[in-house]
């Protein structure tokens, strides 16, 4: 029985993994892009990534965690989009640079500590 959960919380595990891989290359794009509509075509991926977290499947034990990540990221990709439309590019790569950061503060939370994998929690 354990063998299946492990199974089955690995498989989630990977389809969330390869959303966020999938953002990441979109936040890269948007990043490096020289064009507003260019860009504008990245934030609208990403958003799209976000809104498809949201609905993965998540370990119960950090899911309120990782929802409130996703709201934060959603929220800040909201802003990079009206700085887009504005041409605030300045202000775009400002808000880009927060999701970053973002990224690196719930980063952490998907690890696992050698103790939290010995006895549970």
């Known amino acids: 029985?354990?063998?299946g959960?492990?199974?089955a919380y690995t498989s989630q595990s990977e389809s969330l993994e390869v959303i966020m891989?999938?953002?990441?290359?979109?936040?890269?794009?948007?990043v490096e892009s020289e064009s507003s509509d260019?860009?504008?075509q990245h934030v609208h991926q990403m958003q799209q990534k976000i809104a498809a977290a949201k609905r993965a499947p998540l370990r119960e034990?950090?899911?309120?965690?990782?929802?409130?990540g996703f709201q934060k990221v959603s929220d800040v990709?909201?802003?990079?989009?009206?700085?887009?439309?504005a041409d605030d590019q300045q202000l775009a790569d400002e808000k880009l640079a927060r999701i970053d950061q973002l990224r690196?503060?719930?980063?952490r939370l998907r690890k696992r500590s050698i103790w939290q994998l010995l006895?549970?929690?």
């Open 61 to 68: 034990d950090k899911a309120d965690q990782f929802l409130q």
């Open 1 to 3: 029985m354990a063998a």
């Open 5 to 7: 959960l492990t199974h």
């Open 119 to 121: 006895f549970g929690r």
């Open 77 to 85: 990709l909201l802003q990079v989009e009206r700085a887009v439309m």
């Open 104 to 107: 690196i503060e719930y980063h």
């Open 21 to 30: 891989k999938s953002f990441s290359f979109e936040y890269r794009q948007a």
């Open 38 to 40: 260019v860009r504008l």
